[in-house]
């Protein structure tokens, strides 16, 4: 059985930065995609970032690009969320998540939370003004 555990969260000062890590276990492990998820106490779970496991391709949306970096570690693996100029309004709870391969991907398949297959439990990120 695969797992998902998140560690790296904490509490920052806004501009401050965070790295995320995303270790996944269980002998089965096959990655087509890896992604990052949050959601803030009374809103929905909205997406973060994306990477493709073989080729490395990356997804954002605009309110983190240029400041979060997503990459991984295939040999670990491993997925990482670096978080840079960190604002009071990226405090949510931060989820990540595995694509296993085989299926039919369209769209912006990214960024939609029913492609994903195996979540990690979560880890809290809380930045203070």
């Known amino acids: 059985q695969v797992q998902l555990v998140e560690s790296g969260g904490g509490l920052v000062q806004a501009g401050g930065s965070l790295r995320l890590s995303c270790a996944a276990s269980?002998?089965?492990?096959?990655?087509?995609?890896m992604g990052w998820f949050r959601q803030a106490p009374g809103k929905e779970r909205e997406f973060v970032a994306a990477?493709?496991?073989?080729?490395?391709?990356?997804y954002y949306p605009d309110s983190v690009k240029g400041r979060f970096t997503i990459s991984r570690d295939n040999a670990k693996n491993t997925v990482y969320l670096q978080m840079n100029s960190l604002k009071p309004e990226d405090t949510a709870v931060y989820y990540c998540?595995?694509?296993?391969?085989?299926?039919?991907?369209?769209?912006?398949?990214?960024?939609?939370?029913?492609?994903?297959?195996?979540w990690g439990q979560g880890t809290q990120v809380t930045v203070s003004s």
């Open positions: 998540a595995t694509i296993s391969p085989g299926g039919v991907l369209f769209g912006n398949w990214w960024s939609q939370e029913e492609r994903y297959d195996i």
């Open positions: 269980g002998r089965t492990f096959s990655s087509f995609a």
């Open positions: 990477i493709t496991w073989t080729a490395g391709n990356t």
